[in-house]
């Protein structure tokens, strides 16, 4: 069964970094564009950056000059570096793909469960 699996959250100090994993099973990345959305509680999901299967790649006005997606195809992953975090990015962060390959999504084909990244001091 083809599904996506987030990592690399957890707790980290404002200021503070953490890159975030996307990685599927049953499929390749390469195929896809891969979006990072992340939902904080009471609040609506956001989608913050999204990256084309020609990597070409966009930011929300939230995370930009802050926050870098990119992807490895030869590890079939793609991921998130989250640099100069705030205690505003606390949220549930998860990935989606889009076999059409374009930004920002049309289709959200696969979803990872999430994982949880926690900026406090």
């Known amino acids: 069964q083809a599904q996506l699996a987030e990592s690399g959250g957890g707790l980290v100090q404002p200021g503070g970094s953490l890159r975030l994993s996307c990685t599927p099973s049953?499929?390749?990345?390469?195929?896809?564009?891969v979006g990072w959305f992340r939902q904080a509680p009471g609040k609506e999901r956001e989608e913050i950056s999204c990256?084309?299967?020609?990597?070409?790649?966009d930011y929300a006005d939230s995370v930009k000059g802050r926050f870098t997606i990119s992807r490895d195809n030869t590890k079939n992953t793609a991921y998130l570096q989250m640099n100069s975090l705030k205690p505003e990015d606390t949220a549930v962060y998860s990935c989606?793909?889009?076999?059409?390959?374009?930004?920002?999504?049309?289709?959200?084909?696969?979803w990872g469960q999430g994982t949880q990244v926690t900026v406090s001091s």
């Open positions: 989606s793909v889009d076999i059409l390959g374009v930004c920002p999504q049309e289709r959200f084909d696969y």
């Open positions: 049953g499929f390749t990345l390469t195929h896809y564009a």
């Open positions: 990256i084309t299967t020609g990597n070409k790649a």
